[in-house]
């Protein structure tokens, strides 16, 4: 099993080498060939995140008293994947110095800056997009609180309208609906009173 694993280890580090040669590539690149490259390296990345899939179910079959140093090694590569396709996406938006010369014909401070503006305009929109989604999440959950809540009052409000029937119904009647001995039937007279006395101490 262990095999399998280190077999996917090999791949994964072959490939990550490959993505970070073509993430240096991109800024110097424009038109189609910056097209193609980014294609080539989303294919790339995919095919990681693949064999970062079959890692971990590799490492759930590992023995317990064994796994401690496979999951270690996960976490280190899944860092690595996060870095990678931080710094792809960066890449996407930045220009070469050669290039930036060639496109704007000037020293290209303009062009630095309207670069750290799409990078802190980024940054700012994920940091948004993280915030709705705890805030949705956060909703969801004291929606089904709630749920559970009203559920639980009606249950009650049920409860304490049958036991103040019997309590307040004659006794006559009381014992033929009762079923039971006597014995019984005053347990569950007495069960009846509790809950109303529960109630009002609630109230």
Known sequence: MSSDFESYEQDFAVLTAEITGRIGKVPKLVGDDKKQMVANIEKQLEEARE???QMELEVREIPPQSRGMYSSRMRSYKQ???KLEADFKR???AYSDEVRNELLGDDGNSSENQRAHLLDNTE?????SRRLEAGYQIAVETEQIG?????NLSHD???IQRARERVCMPPV???LRCSGTGKEVMEELQSDISVLNKNKLTV
Do not use: V
């Open 147 to 151: 749920q559970e809540m009203l559920e």
């Open 91 to 93: 890449s996407r938006i």
């Open 173 to 175: 009647l009381w014992f």
């Open 51 to 53: 064999l970062l899939e």
């Open 80 to 82: 690595e994947m996060g």
């Open 124 to 128: 700012r929109l994920e940091r948004s």
């Open 157 to 159: 409000r049920e409860k």
